[in-house]
């Protein structure tokens, strides 16, 4: 349990003081980041070695949200070092809705056209709201059909991560809408009853989360793996066999 830190006399995680709490954090789960860190640089060096032709929409679309998903897992583990715990997992939340929507297109490319048309459906939404507004003119409003729409449920079904989504992705997602469950961390009780507001650094459930932003990562280098000139198979299996020694460690 990490130990509750006051920011009352700093200017809170923007202080030049904080970089204490920070070593402090990186200390505590110094194996965490470290593996975190040779990810990193294997994917940088993957980088180097990516081969997708320009006429290969799906492989520049798999390499493209590759990239985003990579800034969120390094941005997943520079907000964790600041112990903001919660915006942690907002952003890995997003980063399991990439993961279900490029599995499934990996799986099975025919379910590219299923993310083409959301995304004509929401240009159509848009489209329709300028129209009604008036910014757009000389055009009628089109029908909808929310029928033709893949959710991220779906998208999840069709990548065979059904089970993750009902229970990662489901638990992230009261980090992202108002859930009152998640509101009550900000909360410190002591006797059932309030005792202050919660504004110190947390990072309490940081193994959990980076056991799976790390197995997320490692999912997704498997995806874009066939686009890469170099054999980087020894490498990938020394950080999995690593990665489950730990996440066997903090059951």
């Not at 048309?117 to 059909?145: A, C, F, P, S, W």
């Not at 202050?196 to 997320?216: K, Q």
């Amino acid at each position: 349990m990490m130990e509750q830190i006051s920011l009352q006399d700093t200017d809170g995680f923007l202080s030049d003081k904080y970089s204490i709490t920070v070593d402090k954090i990186k200390t505590n789960y110094k194996e965490w980041f470290s593996l975190v860190q040779k990810i990193n640089c294997l994917i940088y060096d993957m980088y180097t070695n990516f081969d997708v032709k320009n006429n290969d929409t799906i492989g520049m679309y798999l390499l493209s949200i590759f990239s985003k998903v990579h800034k969120s897992f390094q941005a997943c583990s520079i907000l964790y070092s600041y112990g903001l715990e919660d915006d942690v997992c907002i952003i890995f939340r997003t980063m399991l809705e990439s993961l279900f929507v490029a599995s499934s297109i990996k799986k099975d490319s025919n379910n590219f056209n299923k993310l083409l048309k959301n995304q004509e459906i929401e240009n159509t939404i848009e489209t329709n709201y300028l129209i009604k507004t008036g910014v757009i003119k000389d055009k009628k409003i089109q029908n909808v059909n929310f029928d033709e729409k893949t959710t991220i449920s779906n998208f999840a079904k069709l990548s065979d991560y059904k089970q993750m989504y009902h229970t990662a992705y489901s638990y992230l997602s009261s980090y992202v809408h108002i859930d009152l469950n998640a509101l009550a961390k900000n909360f410190i009780l002591k006797k059932q009853k309030v005792y202050s507001i919660c504004i110190s650094p947390s990072a309490d459930d940081l193994c959990f989360i980076l056991t799976e932003a790390v197995g997320l990562m490692l999912a997704y280098i498997d995806i874009v793996k066939d686009y890469l000139i170099k054999d980087y198979t020894n490498e990938l299996n020394n950080l999995k066999s690593l990665h489950k020694q730990l996440q066997a460690r903090n059951k």
